[in-house]
């Protein structure tokens, strides 16, 4: 095994790794599978493909050349650049560009060579959305009028992260990294230019808010495209991301979209592709677990796929530079690209020292040991989404196909996850078998999603949230409670969280739990104001201990925009300043 992945290893790094790619579809693909070859004497090797079949984007050496030349403060800025002629022209005039500097081109050389080459082009138009409204309805229920006047300052930014690929980039789509989308969309905002998977569900939560059912559409008709292209929803809209996906909240965006509009077209024509890609999941991360002599099913996430992220390739290269062979290099960059399926890209949930404690070390980084609550619940919640979709189109039998597909999660949720001990979910070391006892705000996804069993102890989980200390933050509910300098961590509070922690909390339908709930999200609404009013523009992440401050730490800088932060304050707005009717799961 070894000696394969080092030879397939080198041949990425040479260039070699896979014949020359076709024109668009083949940067497509099929939808990330593991996949086996059979091997000599039986044995069964695995074969792990690359991130993408382009060896500009994905893999080979003109990556790997011009991403450690480090010409940009961002990785990402050179796999979003798009090509000035087609790949195979600018693969020979890399070779020819290698030969003549004796394959050791200086960093001077390799800028050159990208100018003459790449080019930063207007892939995307600023696009309005036509259903846009300035005061929609729902603000006429909301008081006080300071709050009023900032949730309609937070409907005017839906514009402004409004696009669309422009025609120009689609009849060349074979030139650029970006997936080919036809209708319109919002954008998380700053360097994520594109269509993001789990962003669009807080997106839409918003937009729906603002009576924007037209945009919301769109959004669902692109990843509808995605699915049928690609076979799963990737993690965002270009190449790089297709052998990884996101959080699989596809299924209750579309139960939003369906229960806000009544659209019973557009999900008869769709529910197959909704269906398709919850199945995505089901046939491509899960493991089965034995506990206490009892065999699950469990879900996690761990997708393959050779070498660095490309969009991320010099960080990852060397933080794997120091492990002592190719397979620990390899699956690092597989733990890696995980960590950012999962979202959470970086926390202290993925790291493990050698007795499998936590280590703020991004090289320990195992993702694909953690067993994570919340992706369990996430797909308990999409299986229920898929039952009610089905019982809205009386397709009884599929209902109850998708019923039984959620009591199982329901099943796997407490008998996995659950720790009597303290009344609370957590996530689970596969290798040790036992439970990772710190709290994260994914710890709380299990009551999110309402998947709590009869002999829940609310009070119990409140007192412990208590003990913990986490509600003494005003800034926000912290991802975590370590400090490691990464971003889902301490003291980075992040608005799907926020959601995440007060939906939760409001959840155990106490009088104490639905006042620890308003108390946060007013304090969430309080911090985005302030921030706001300092700045001018919404984050996607904030300081859970300076209240109105943006976060930090990670691998770039924060970001502004930002879709799912504007998301998630309608919602509060909504739900705790507004006489208007919350939605519940």
Not at 172 to 180: A, D, E, K
Not at 265 to 288: D, H, S, Y
């Amino acid at each position: 095994m070894q000696l394969l992945t080092t030879i397939v290893l080198v041949a990425i790094a040479v260039g070699v790794a896979s014949a020359r790619p076709e024109k668009y579809k083949r940067i497509g693909g099929k939808p990330p599978r593991q996949r086996h070859d059979e091997a000599t004497k039986n044995k069964q090797v695995k074969t792990i493909p690359p991130s993408c079949e382009s060896k500009i984007y994905c893999q080979g050496n003109l990556l790997h050349t011009i991403q450690m030349a480090a010409l940009f403060n961002d990785s990402k800025h050179f796999v979003d650049m798009s090509m000035n002629a087609d790949e195979d022209v600018i693969l020979k005039n890399f070779d020819v560009f290698m030969k003549e500097n004796n394959q050791e081109p200086t960093k001077e050389q390799v800028e050159q060579f990208v100018n003459d080459n790449f080019s930063f082009a207007d892939e995307l138009e600023d696009w309005m959305p036509e259903d846009f409204e300035e005061e929609p309805p729902f603000l006429e229920t909301v008081q006080p009028e300071e709050i009023r006047s900032y949730a309609k300052k937070i409907v005017a930014i839906w514009p402004n992260l409004g696009r669309k690929i422009s025609n120009e980039t689609l009849e060349n789509i074979q030139r650029h990294s970006l997936l080919p989308l036809s209708k319109g969309f919002i954008v998380p905002g700053g360097r994520f230019r594109e269509t993001y998977y789990w962003d669009t569900y807080w997106i839409i939560k918003g937009l729906l808010i603002s009576d924007m059912k037209q945009t919301a559409r769109g959004m669902l008709d692109n990843f509808v495209t995605l699915v049928k292209q690609h076979g799963f929803i990737p993690n965002g809209a270009r190449v790089y991301y297709l052998q990884r996906s996101q959080p699989p909240l596809f299924a209750p965006m579309v139960l939003d979209y369906f229960r806000a509009s009544g659209d019973r077209e557009w999900l008869t024509e769709n529910i197959a592709f909704v269906e398709q890609e919850v199945k995505f999941w089901l046939e491509n991360r899960m493991i089965t677990v034995e506990i206490d002599g009892k065999k699950y099913h469990v879900a996690r996430y761990y997708p393959e796929s050779l070498g660095p992220r490309p969009e991320s390739y010099k960080e990852d290269f060397l933080t794997a530079s120091n492990l002592p062979n190719d397979d620990a290099k390899q699956k690092l960059y597989t733990n890696l690209k995980a960590g950012a399926e999962s979202g959470w890209d970086f926390s202290s949930r993925w790291f493990y020292d050698t007795k499998g404690g936590n280590n703020a070390n991004l090289s320990s980084v195992d993702t694909g040991r953690t067993l994570p609550v919340d992706l369990n619940a996430f797909l308990y919640k999409a299986c229920h989404a898929l039952n009610m979709l089905y019982s809205g189109l009386h397709q009884l039998d599929k209902a109850s196909y998708w019923l039984n597909k959620a009591i199982e999660f329901k099943r796997v949720l407490k008998d996995v996850f659950f720790n009597k001990d303290d009344g609370i979910w957590y996530d689970f070391d596969k290798t040790l078998k036992k439970h990772r006892k710190e709290f994260y705000v994914s710890n709380l996804s299990p009551l999110w999603v309402h998947a709590e069993h009869l002999d829940f102890n609310p009070d119990k989980l409140i007192k412990k949230l208590h003990d913990d200390g986490v509600f003494e933050y005003e800034g926000g509910t912290p991802a975590s409670l370590k400090r490691t300098g990464e971003q889902w961590d301490l003291p980075n509070a992040w608005p799907p969280l926020q959601a995440i922690a007060v939906q939760a909390i409001a959840n155990t339908e106490t009088e104490e739990g639905k006042t620890i709930a308003e108390k946060l999200a007013k304090q969430w609404v309080t911090a985005n104001m302030i921030g706001y009013e300092r700045t001018g523009t919404m984050f996607e992440k904030y300081d859970a201990e300076e209240q109105g401050n943006y976060g930090g730490g990670g691998e770039y800088k924060v970001q502004a925009g930002f879709g799912w932060a504007n998301g998630v304050v309608l919602e509060f707005i909504r739900d705790y300043y507004s006489e208007a009717e919350p939605w519940r799961f």
